[in-house]
């Protein structure tokens, strides 16, 4: 069967909700399931547990906290990616830090979820960040699935987890298709997955880039021999894949959806080149540095990473 990735998603919460009468739903119009992956739910498993909320981020991110510290297991629909800049100190400060500072008595397993995050097309500024690199940093679980299956997987451990996990579905991973059979399974956070292997370069992609990568490979193989690596969660990092692809390859192209600054791709390449065998400079593609997506689409696609920066940079790196 064909299942898509708005769909696993929709399955994963299906899934965790029978499974577990402590989980719960909050968030903007899930009731009706407008972002996808809350479609169906309300019928099936009633108001009391899909919950339609105020327009008001920070007061449904504290109901959920409150919830999850009573022994509920809240997920949270962001439906766009800036609405997470409203409860960064909510997620972080509080959410994130209850477990640490109370030796483990207390714990928050809440789950924010956003579908559609990064670029859409006409969306503009406000509406197409990809903040991910914020919350590993601050040490959040921080899980960007590139693939179906993996977003069933990766948002059902999601879910299960002790502590608060933010789960970015990317807009451009949205309409992504994958023949499965009916039987999936939950993916541990902290696993990275090698989509293809190769011997020249380690090509490291965040999140819906994993397709551009692996189209990119195929385009070359008579030229570079690729490995596509999906780190899958971002933090934690599974830093001794990396390592394993890097003993096979010696070159590193990290390509990652979001400012350079800071970014993700920046913390790869800095441990890499730390901890790790290169046998020439790595590079990073990533959207500039303070970039805001304009409202054009032609300038949007213009900013964002691209399959011919990806080229050069693999030539680059091989030469």
């Keep these: 069967m064909k ?11 299906a899934d965790e909700l029978a499974a577990d009468p402590a989980v719960c739903v909050f968030g903007e ?7 996808g992956p809350t479609l169906g739910l309300l019928d099936r498993f009633g108001p009391g547990r899909i919950v339609d909320t105020p327009l008001s981020e920070q007061a449904f991110t504290a109901m959920a906290i409150g919830a999850a510290l009573s022994g ?7 439906q766009i990616p800036s609405l997470l800049f409203l409860v960064y100190e909510q997620l972080v400060n509080q959410a994130h830090k209850f477990s640490l500072m109370t030796g483990g008595q207390a714990g928050v397993p809440l789950t924010c979820l956003v579908p559609g995050s990064g670029s859409r097309d006409g969306w503009a500024g406000q509406h197409s960040d990809h ?10 679980k ?3 699935p590139a ?26 991973a949205l309409p992504v298709r994958e023949t499965v059979t009916w039987e999936l399974a ?23 880039l994993v397709h551009d990568a692996l189209e990119v490979a195929r385009e070359m193989a008579d030229e570079i021999s690729v490995e596509v690596f999906d780190p899958r969660t971002l933090h934690p990092f599974d830093w001794a894949a990396l390592a394993a692809s890097l003993d096979r390859t010696g070159r590193l192209v990290v390509v990652d959806d979001s400012n ?19 046998t020439a400079p790595p590079r990073r593609i990533t959207r500039p540095d303070g970039a805001v997506l304009p409202f054009a689409p032609a300038l949007d696609r213009a900013l964002q990473p691209g399959r011919e920066q990806l080229r050069h940079a693999l030539r680059a790196v091989v030469k």
Excluded at 29 to 35: I, L, R
Excluded at 147 to 169: I, Q
Excluded at 263 to 278: F, K, Q, S, Y
């Design 260 to 278: 350079r600054s800071c970014g993700i791709g920046a913390e790869v390449l800095a441990t890499a080149a730390e901890e790790m065998r290169l």
């Design 72 to 78: 509920r297991r809240p997920v949270l629909e962001f």
């Design 186 to 208: 939950p993916v541990p956070l902290g696993s990275a997955r090698v989509h293809r292997s190769g011997t020249d370069v380690t090509l490291v992609a965040i999140g819906h």
């Design 147 to 172: 693939t179906p299956t993996d977003a069933y997987g990766l948002l059902r451990s999601a879910v299960r987890d002790p502590d608060p996990v933010v789960v970015f579905a990317p807009a451009a």
């Design 131 to 140: 903040p991910y690199s914020l919350f590993a940093h601050a040490g959040v």
């Design 142 to 144: 921080t899980v960007v």
């Design 3 to 13: 299942l898509s990735y708005t769909k696993a998603l929709n399955r994963a919460l």
């Design 29 to 35: 119009d899930v009731g009706a399931g407008m972002a």
